[in-house]
């Protein structure tokens, strides 16, 4: 079982940076997949950016592609998302989430363990 705890939400300007941390606990932090998610109100969740266990291989959505980065670090049990040049529609519940598997997905249905998600909030 593996425990994931976000943080780092919160509400800042068009244009502006966020960096979102999730910490995990339980199961060996390094073989696991590690991505992040979002979802606007009255939408589906959707990929944002994933990691793999060793942090040597990422995978960005296109939205994000250049602004956002995905990075771990496997002695504190910690991926983390640097959010720069954020826009209105980056708005929503950012959720961490951990994959068993070592191939890494964009797909919410392939991961195995969920955070709570934290709020981010862009003005206009």
């Known amino acids: 079982q593996v425990q994931l705890v976000e943080s780092g939400g919160g509400l800042v300007q068009a244009g502006g940076s966020l960096r979102l941390s999730c910490a995990a606990s339980?199961?060996?932090?390094?073989?696991?997949?590690m991505g992040w998610f979002r979802q606007a109100p009255g939408k589906e969740r959707e990929f944002v950016s994933a990691i793999d266990g060793g942090g040597a291989n990422t995978y960005d959505a296109a939205a994000v592609e250049g602004r956002f980065t995905i990075s771990r670090d496997n002695a504190k049990n910690t991926v983390y998302l640097q959010m720069n040049s954020l826009k209105p529609e980056d708005t929503g519940v950012y959720y961490c989430?951990?994959?068993?598997?070592?191939?890494?997905?964009?797909?919410?249905?392939?991961?195995?363990?969920w955070g709570q998600g934290t709020q981010v909030t862009v003005s206009s």
């Open positions: 339980g199961r060996s932090f390094s073989s696991l997949v």
């Open positions: 989430a951990a994959r068993r598997l070592v191939i890494i997905t964009t797909t919410p249905a392939g991961y195995n363990y």
